[in-house]
């Protein structure tokens, strides 16, 4: 997921440098209204709010294909995969987050809010690392997203090398972890029983296309 960390922004959703905006607090109301009156997408954490920027080309390519791949495989099983767009409710960091993609299997939980929906209840998600929220996404969205009692499965896609990191839930303090690299490589995900190879998330990234 993209976010520009290195601004703040005003309350009319002014783009500020850090270094010339002392930090403020922002209440949840102002935030929404924000969410409301504009047509791009922020992100609302402890009392601050980010700009979720666009990504690069290759960030984009990359979601586009494990979407691709896992719609592919779920055609018929009602499962079905979300895009950036997508609301996800998260208990421990109210109201909500924006991930990269998302599964939901099942009936779909769905609670209405400022206006447009959240999904309550993804079995998987998934994040293109980028250098401005590698660190966000490995720490404190991860955890924020285990609040969700729904989530087992998450996917940490790397933009530079074909590395796929993937967390299984076993129990509620305990995920298995493993690191797949290699184009030649797969990513069996058992939650939705589908594998990802690697040659097909890769797809497209020119920079990637001669490595193994």
Known sequence: MMADNSKRLGLRGEEMSMSSQPKRHYTLEEY??????????????????????????????????V????????????????????????????????????????????EKFNSTDMLLNPVLIFEVLSPSTEGYDRGDKFRCYKSIPSFREYLLIAQDRPRIEHYVKQTLRRWDYEDVEGLESEIRLPTIECTLLLSDVYRGVDRLSQMG
Do not use: T
């Not at 009156?37 to 294909?65: C, K, Q, T, V």
């Open 32 to 65: 929404l209204a924000l969410e409301r009156s504009s047509d791009a997408r922020y992100e609302y954490w402890d009392g601050e709010i980010f700009l979720m920027s666009g990504g690069s080309f290759d960030h984009e390519l990359i979601i586009s294909n």
């Open 67 to 110: 979407q691709d791949s896992l719609r592919n495989q779920l055609r018929d099983r009602n499962c079905y995969v979300l895009g950036q767009g997508m609301q996800i409710k998260v208990p421990a960091a109210p109201p909500y987050r924006y991930a990269d993609g998302s599964v939901v299997c099942g009936k779909r939980e769905i």
